[in-house]
């Protein structure tokens, strides 16, 4: 569990990436070789701020997202800590090589957050919905890999990885998410964090789900089940025992995620469950393997059954298979 303090955030409320804004300035006044790099997106991914702060220390490569990860590899052996930012999409496909080849393979200490996460930039459609990021950068070896569930836990998040050894990427959405976590509290990377205990059922969700699916509970609860909901923030490194040993006291799992359900977080707990030969039923929930249509976020969430009705009415279907 993660280790909660008794201080009510400032954070509350706000889109995961407007906290990223603010606490990147947070940690450039702590740090002076902190560097922030954008590809002409500074506006939407919150480092407006950070760039009139520290003006010497904001680079724009200009719409070059290659550039945007070749550069950051590059400025750390100079011995400064560069976060990265774009919409995830980018992050994840247009800048795949030298996010593998030059900061993975070198394990350099690059801070990718990304924003514009899952189907959250709506109305852009499937070229700008990212559901390949957390199959991509999970599969980089030395990648730690977090996508945290609200604004609160995004900072607690950014300031325990801002001396991480290796490369960091950060999963962020374009929407506010469903508020989680109201106090500020220190990260446990790599820790489960059991929200709400429940009994034979338990939903796993990630990210802006997290928030969905702790309404999900709420509505199961009408219809006679109490599910469980447990957070998984950290994708990578995971502790898998702690998670092995929140999962025996269930007999029935569904993982929730804005991802396609090939190679994200379901997947991770799948491989979870094979090697450690737990006997459950299992299945994974998000974008089904399908490319996506464009639309308002909120009728996008309801269409792909990404809301607290879909996860129940999807809940209620596995139970009765």
Same mark, same amino acid.
């Given at each position: 569990?993660n280790d ?6 400032p ?6 990436r407007k906290a990223? %804004? ?5 940690l450039?006044?702590q740090?002076?070789?902190i560097?922030?790099?954008s590809?002409?997106l500074? +506006?939407?991914?919150n480092?407006?701020?950070f760039s009139? /702060?520290?003006? =010497?220390?904001?680079?724009?490569? @200009?719409?070059a997202? $290659?550039?945007?990860?070749?550069v950051?590899a ?10 990265a930012s774009?919409?995830a999409?980018?992050?994840?496909l247009? *800048?795949?090589?030298?996010v593998?080849? =030059?900061i ?6 690059v801070?990718i ?6 189907i959250?930039?709506? /109305?852009a @459609?499937a070229?700008h ?6 199959s ?15 604004a609160v836990?995004?900072a ?5 990885t ?5 490369? &960091?990427?950060i999963r962020? *959405?374009?929407?506010?998410e469903k508020? &989680?976590?109201? $106090? ?7 820790q489960?964090?059991?929200l /709400?205990p429940g009994?034979? &059922?338990?939903?796993i #969700?990630t990210?802006?789900?997290v +928030?969905? *699916?702790l309404d999900a &509970?709420?509505?199961?609860?009408e219809?006679?089940v109490? #599910? %469980?909901?447990?957070?998984i923030?950290t994708? !990578?490194?995971?502790n898998?025992?702690?998670v092995i ?5 269930? !007999?029935t799992?569904m993982?929730?995620?804005?991802h396609?359900?090939v ?10 469950i094979?090697?450690?030969n737990l006997?459950? !039923?299992f299945?994974r929930?998000g974008i089904?393997?399908i490319f ?5 976020y ?5 269409y792909?059954?990404?809301d607290?009705?879909g996860i129940?009415?999807?809940l209620?279907q596995?139970?009765?298979s």
């Amino acid at each position: 569990m993660n280790d909660k303090k008794q201080t009510q955030s400032p954070l509350v409320g706000l889109p995961s990436r407007k906290a990223y %804004g603010k606490v990147i300035v947070e940690l450039g006044h702590q740090y002076d070789n902190i560097v922030a790099l954008s590809a002409d997106l500074a +506006g939407s991914v919150n480092l407006a701020e950070f760039s009139k /702060v520290f003006p =010497d220390r904001f680079i724009n490569v @200009g719409v070059a997202e $290659q550039d945007l990860m070749g550069v950051s590899a590059g400025l750390t052996l100079a011995g400064k800590i560069p976060y990265a930012s774009t919409y995830a999409v980018f992050s994840a496909l247009r *800048s795949a090589e030298q996010v593998r080849t =030059d900061i993975g393979y070198n394990g350099l200490p690059v801070r990718i957050v990304s924003t514009h996460s899952g189907i959250t930039f709506g /109305v852009a @459609g499937a070229t700008h919905q990212a559901l390949e990021d957390l199959s991509f950068f999970r599969t980089i070896p030395g990648m730690a890999v977090f996508s945290p569930a609200d604004a609160v836990e995004t900072a607690a998040i950014l300031r325990k990885t801002v001396n991480l050894d290796g490369p &960091v990427y950060i999963r962020l *959405s374009r929407v506010a998410e469903k508020t &989680v976590y109201t $106090q500020e509290f220190d990260y446990q990377i790599g820790q489960p964090d059991l929200l /709400v205990p429940g009994e034979d &059922v338990l939903l796993i #969700a990630t990210g802006i789900e997290v +928030g969905e *699916s702790l309404d999900a &509970v709420e509505l199961l609860k009408e219809k006679g089940v109490n #599910a %469980g909901l447990l957070n998984i923030s950290t994708i !990578k490194p995971l502790n898998t025992q702690a998670v092995i040993d929140i999962l025996k006291n269930y !007999k029935t799992l569904m993982t929730v995620e804005q991802h396609n359900i090939v190679n994200g977080l379901g997947s991770a707990i799948a491989e979870i469950i094979a090697e450690a030969n737990l006997n459950l !039923k299992f299945h994974r929930h998000g974008i089904m393997d399908i490319f996506t249509t464009s639309g308002p976020y909120q009728d996008l969430l309801s269409y792909y059954k990404l809301d607290p009705a879909g996860i129940r009415d999807t809940l209620l279907q596995v139970l009765d298979s």
